[in-house]
Structures are given as C-alpha cells and as structure tokens.
C-alpha cells in the first residue's frame, strides 16, 4: 500500500513509530505495535504503528511517522511511501524463552541486544526481557554473553596512556560518595582512570546526578578524552556517549520499577569498563539491610 507522509513533530528517542488511520489499519489488518516496514527508494525503516481514530490527526491515505523516523530515511512532507506489513522480530521468540525459565544461549542474546539497539524492538517488548530476567535470574554465562553483546553493539573510548583502570559502585544506597575520593587519589598517582556513570536507578541520586551538581558530567566523546588526557581522569555520565547504549536502554526500564536484576547488574559493570579501555577494576559494593547486598 502506498500512503502519504505526515511529518509529526514528535520523537521518542527509542522505538520508531508510525500512525495510521483506523481505516487504513484495518484495511491491513493491523493492531496497535504491529509492525510495517516504510520503503522510499532503497532507504527503508520497520516502525511499530499506532492508531488513530480520527482525520484530523492522520487522515485516510496518510502515514504519520515520528520526527526521529523521517530523519533516519530523509522523508519529507508529503513523499509517497510503499507500506508492508512486516513480522515480528526473531528477538521476541528468545525474549518468550527467558519467560519460560529457560536458559539463553550467546547468539540468541546477541540477537535481543541487536535489536533494542536498532529500535526493533518497543519499550513493552524489551521490559518483558527485563522482568524475566528479574524473575527468572540468569546464569553466569549468560551475563556474560549480555555484557558482550552491550560491549560489541556499542562504542568504545581508547586511551594511549595504560594501564587503563575502572571503579564502579553498585550503587542503591543514598550518600554511599566514593567515587570523587577513589578517583582523585588515583589520577594524582599518575594512573588513567575514565571514571562514566549512571544516573539514579533504585536511589534518589545517582554517582553522575551528584556530581552534576557542582562539574558539567555530559561530553562528547572527543571532550571525555582531553579530559582525561590532561588530568588522567574523568567524571561523566556515560548515557551521552554511545558506549553501552543497550545498557543505557535497559537501565530506563529498570528504573520504572526501581528493578535492577543481578545479572544485569554484573553484565553492566563489565560492559562499561570494557567499553572505557579498562584493564583492571575496583568495585564498591556496599553492604547492609538497606543497600542491594545485605
């Protein structure tokens, strides 16, 4: 089917969508979060639709697509492009498997973090990965496939100076402020230390909300390593930086429900360090009946 575009001046920064009238949907037996892939040329992008039911917003003939959608295949207003109805990503049959209380092998976790990273993926889809794993626990093995996936489907910073070291703090657990101390004592010995952060998951303030509140935390890639090059440290939030996106991704969802699955917790701090060049890592993990470990 062939629809006109309607730039709507809405982004979500996360799963691509597309808006169809009733009509239209119903036309191509569509439900809400089903998929269609929009073709113009040979540029194509899959969105997952949404319905409208009236022609004031998206009228018979007209696809409605987000801003982020237009930009990823240059669209402008008005352009004509074919529609498909298109299946459901593999990704969700490893995803039910999880559910199930099964264990998931490396490519089929590859396959999940591929994925959220491309947008195939909706926010409903990917917290029912995040709960499984919630419910279900993981296995060492497959926190380890996850963090080599993060690291492997996102950026990586690369220092000149080594050795490369890390600290991370599991967090959860409010005033718990090491990371300005350790930091600070191991850039004056001289050692690299690019020290990226979260925000709050299961606190009211994470390492780099704190630290915002009296130094800038988010820098372009290219700024993190003057930084560190001139001082030998850093300390940012790593969601500006492409690093861990999937992690970054995750991490949203988690926070929702204040949720933060052991295995995950692991696979995070691996794939950040592994992602900031790290060699060696101290982890703080902070003991007692209200911290995460007790």
């Known amino acids: ?75 402008r207003e008005g352009d004509e492009v074919e529609t498909s109805l298109e299946m459901k990503p593999e990704s969700l049959l490893y995803i039910k498997k999880k559910l199930d209380k099964k264990e998931l092998d490396k490519k089929e976790i590859d396959k999940i973090i591929k994925d959220l990273i491309t947008n195939k993926l909706t926010e409903v889809e990917t917290t029912y990965f995040v709960a499984g794993c919630y ?42 402020r090491t990371t300005p101390i350790v930091v600070s004592i191991v850039a004056a010995a ?20 704190m630290v915002e509140c009296f130094a800038p935390v988010s820098h372009s890639r290219e700024k993190i390593i003057e930084i560190v090059e001139k001082t030998n440290a850093c300390m940012v939030w790593g969601g500006t930086l492409d690093l861990a996106s999937a992690d970054d991704k995750l991490i949203q969802l988690e926070k929702t429900l204040s949720l933060d699955p052991e295995g995950f917790l692991l696979a ?6 592994s992602s900031e060049d790290c060699s060696q890592v101290l982890i703080d993990i902070p003991l007692g009946e209200e911290a995460k470990i007790y």
């Open 1 to 75: 089917m062939k629809l006109k575009v309607k730039i709507l001046q809405i982004v979500t920064k996360g799963p691509l969508i597309g808006i169809l009238n009733k009509a239209d949907a119903q036309r191509l037996d569509l439900n809400p979060l089903d998929r269609v892939k929009i073709k113009k040329g040979q540029k194509s992008k899959i969105v997952a639709i949404d319905i409208a039911y009236g022609k004031k917003e998206v009228d018979q003939g007209t696809i409605g697509l987000f801003l982020d959608v237009a930009e990823e295949i240059n669209l």
């Open 135 to 176: 419910i279900n626990g993981m296995t060492m093995n497959e926190s380890a496939f996850l963090a080599e996936a993060i690291v492997n489907n996102g950026g990586r910073l690369k220092f000149n100076k080594k050795p490369v070291v890390g600290k991370h703090c599991v967090g959860g657990l409010a005033g718990n």
């Open 190 to 209: 001289g050692i690299t230390i690019p020290k990226t952060s979260t925000r709050s998951i299961t606190s009211p303030s994470g390492t780099a909300d």
């Open 268 to 273: 995070s701090i691996l794939a950040k360090k």
